[in-house]
Structure formats: C-alpha cells, structure tokens
C-alpha cells in the first residue's frame, strides 16, 4: 500500500501510515524504529551518561516550573540542574518579563542566590556584596573604583534561554539554541493549545523523591501500560481495564520526531466504591466517569473514545503531562547520576469552590498518590538487577512503544544522527482494542 502526503501539524508534509491491526499495530507505522530488543547498558553505561549530558540535557528545551510561582514582579524560584551542571534563577523582573540566569556572581562565582523561592528587589551576593537588579544586570560593586578597565554593563548575570508555552516554564542552557521553543515541541505543543492548564493550576499537590535508578528506567515505567493489570491491581483495578481491555491496550498514539503521545482506555462500565462514588458527584479525578467532550481541546482524545480517560504525553526528555477532563498531572525525571534520579509528580486541580470539589481533589490526591507509589515501588529493585549484568538486552512489546520512542530518540541524539519525522496516523474504530 502506498503512503499518501499529508500535513501534519508541524505544516510540513509527512507520509500519512494507513491504518494498521494486529501484533504491529502501533510498531507497524514506524518502521525506523525496529522490532529488536532494547539494550540493558543504556541503563547502566557511565558513557552513555555523559553523552546524555552533552547530546540532550545540555540542548534541548526542559521544564523547570510554571508560571504560578512567579506571579508578581521580583518573585523568583532557583532550579539547580545536576545534569546540566548549573543552579538556574528564575525570575520575573519589573516589567513583567520571566527571565532565567544562571545562579553564578561574575566576581569570583559564587552561587548568587541561596534561597528555594521568594521575592527580592535584587539579588546581593553573599561574598563581596555585588548587586544584580532582577533583569540581571550588575548594580552595585562595593569598592568599585579600585577594579581595573572595569565596565559594570560587562559583569550582569550570565542569561540562560528562557520562554514559556501554556503557563510552563522552560529554559535551554545552550548558549545559542538551534531551535525556538515553539519550534522545539513542534506538533506535541500545537496539540494541547487550548487546553485549561491556567485554570486548572488552582490547586495542586506534588511529591518529589530520589529513586536510586537510571532515568530512562524511571521514565519508562510511565509511558507504557503494560504494567496497569498487575503493578496497580491493588490502586486501579477495573478503572484502566476490564473485561473490554484486559491488558489496557492504548487507543491511540501519536509520535513526533521527539516526543509522543497516547490515549488510555478507561472503563466506562466502573462501578466505584461508595468513597469513590461520593467523590465522582462533585468533579473528575483521573478515573473514568462521563465526561464532556465539549471541555476538550479536539486534539485531546483525537479519536472521540467513549472508553477514554486520559491523554498521556511525553514531551523529550524528561516532562510529561498526562491531561484528563477537569485535572491533569506531570512528571519530571531529573537525572543526578547514572543510578540516580529526582523524580517529581504533580496533580492540578481548579481552586475547589465548595466542600464537595474539595474532597473531590482530596479523593483524586490520595488515589493518584497510592498509584505512583506502586509505580515507584519497581524502580530500585529493576536498577539493582540491571547492574548484574545478568542480562544485555530486553524484549518489549507493541504496546510498549512509547519505550522503543524514547531509546531511539536518545540513541540518534546521542551519536548526532538525524531523527525521522514519523507519519501521524490515528487508530480506526473497531480494530479490537476499544469500542468506537
Ligand atoms: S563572588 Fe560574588 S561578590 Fe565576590
Ligand atoms: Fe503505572
């Protein structure tokens, strides 16, 4: 069958795959990314680290915060990037701009700003009192006129690439980025255009966490379902299957040359618990319950599911945000060494109005809290298996393509080899995975 051109949403023209069923229904439309097993070593190689180091972290585009923790001017947040081997300062200056530098005095370098959060009129280092007003420039030098051929304008704060798309911050310590912001999440960030994320920032609850793990491994536990039948059968267990999906096979799937997306079945026919039920009366919260499609950007749930409960996304390398109708959550893996990563999860909700929202929020905040912790309950006990060496590769499945993605993605990048631009392609309607 030949391959038709199509627009994709990037606005260049890609192949559009037909639709495909079977074994190789989601690997079937990506040919570039194999069927082979995937490498142990990637999880353990100090090698490969370094290249992540400098291939990745060190160019690309990553989410440090979002804009509700800077909503007046001189509100700042300092986010220190063990891989990219700097402290960030992000701040909003007098004119309203959210810039980012980094945490660093031009005098002898010291780390400018100690503190997590607050709001400052300037940032004075602790060292020899030099001043930085909060667009980064240099104010103030105690003793100036004793340093030589000495032009404050030369010693501001050294600028880090700092923009935001829907309420995230991101910043890119390249010194000269090769692509925008914009250019760099390319049909992923036009997808979710429209959806609520301001609104739904008015409550939140995050829980942070070091995981003795690599990365990718830490990553990986989150962008497959495989797991969802058994790891979460004690949290979940008829809401992300059943009798229609037994082994939560995803709706649909979108890949971009970096990052992708799936919908999740949920099932329509739940029967929650009467805690559940109480909580379902007053709003959403990651389970599935009737939901309103009109709520939803229509690149949310592309394929109009009946039996949908979530979109997760996967922005590279590290980010992911999974919406739903009424909350979405996030993720971020920061990686710290080889074997070490800070893995951070987030639930955002709208400022509850009434009692009821409240336990609502409440209800999803411990459900999803009971998840994730089966979720990480898997990590350090894979990583410490993984050093064995008693085995050099893995085998994974359709289902787990999100996985193959993300390794192919690494591996070109890593070894400066050009990314394919996958066609886009939706799943057809009766194809034995959901109803349509
Ligand atoms: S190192 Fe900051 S003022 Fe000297
Ligand atoms: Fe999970």
Redesign the pocket.
């Known amino acids: 069958m030949s391959a038709t051109a199509t627009p994709n949403t990037n606005g260049s023209a890609t192949p559009q795959a037909p639709p495909r069923t079977g074994r190789d229904k989601w690997t079937g439309r990506y040919p570039h990314l194999g069927t082979g097993p995937l490498s142990a070593d990637v999880f353990t190689s100090k090698e490969q680290f370094e290249l992540e180091r400098e291939h990745i972290f060190k160019k690309v585009w990553l989410n440090v915060g979002r804009i509700e923790q800077v909503p007046n001017a001189g509100d700042f947040f300092v986010f220190d990037i063990a891989m990219c081997e700097t402290s960030i300062l992000v701040v909003r200056g007098a004119d309203g701009a959210v810039r980012a530098f980094h945490n660093m005095?031009?005098?002898?370098?010291?780390k400018?700003c100690w503190d997590q959060s607050g709001n400052r009129n300037n940032f004075t280092?602790?060292?020899?009192?030099?001043v930085y007003g909060l667009d980064g420039d240099l104010r103030h030098v105690p003793d100036e006129e004793h340093f030589f051929d000495f032009q404050r304008s030369d010693h501001g704060m050294t600028p880090v690439a700092c923009d935001i798309w829907e309420g995230f911050i991101f910043i890119n310590v390249d010194p000269e980025p090769a692509e925008t912001l914009a250019e760099y999440l390319g049909g992923m960030g036009e997808s979710l255009t429209g959806y609520p994320f301001g609104e739904f920032s008015g409550a939140c609850a995050s829980w942070s966490t070091e995981v003795r793990a690599n990365w990718k491994a830490v990553k990986d536990a989150f962008q497959e379902t495989y797991h969802v039948a058994f790891l979460h059968k004690t949290s979940i267990p008829d809401s992300f299957t059943g009798p229609a999906n037994p082994h939560q096979h995803i709706l649909d799937l979108r890949l971009y040359p970096r990052h992708g997306s799936a919908s999740l079945w949920g099932n329509a026919e739940l029967q929650p618990s009467p805690a559940a039920a109480i909580a379902f009366r007053h709003g959403s919260f990651l389970l599935r319950k009737d939901f309103d499609a009109g709520n939803l950007p229509p690149s949310v749930n592309p394929t109009d599911e009946r039996d949908w409960v979530l979109d997760l996304n996967v922005i590279f390398p590290c980010f992911f945000v999974d919406v739903s109708e009424g909350s979405y959550f996030t993720h971020n893996f920061w990686p710290l060494d080889v074997d070490r990563t800070i893995w951070t999860s987030t639930q955002y909700f709208p400022k509850p109005e009434t009692a009821g929202q409240r336990y609502n929020q409440e209800y999803g905040h411990v459900l999803f809290r009971d998840i994730i912790l089966e979720d990480g309950n898997t990590l350090e006990q894979t990583q410490s298996m993984l050093r064995s060496g008693a085995k050099t590769e893995f085998p994974i499945q359709d289902e787990e393509i999100l996985v193959r993605h993300g390794h192919y993605v690494v591996d070109q990048m890593i070894h400066g080899r050009p990314l394919a631009t996958p066609a886009l392609a939706h799943a057809t309607n009766g194809n034995g995975a959901h109803r349509g």
Do not use: L
Not at 105 to 110: A, E, F, K, T, V
Not at 125 to 130: I, R
């Open positions: 005095c031009s005098h002898r370098g010291n400018v280092c602790k060292f020899h009192g030099w």
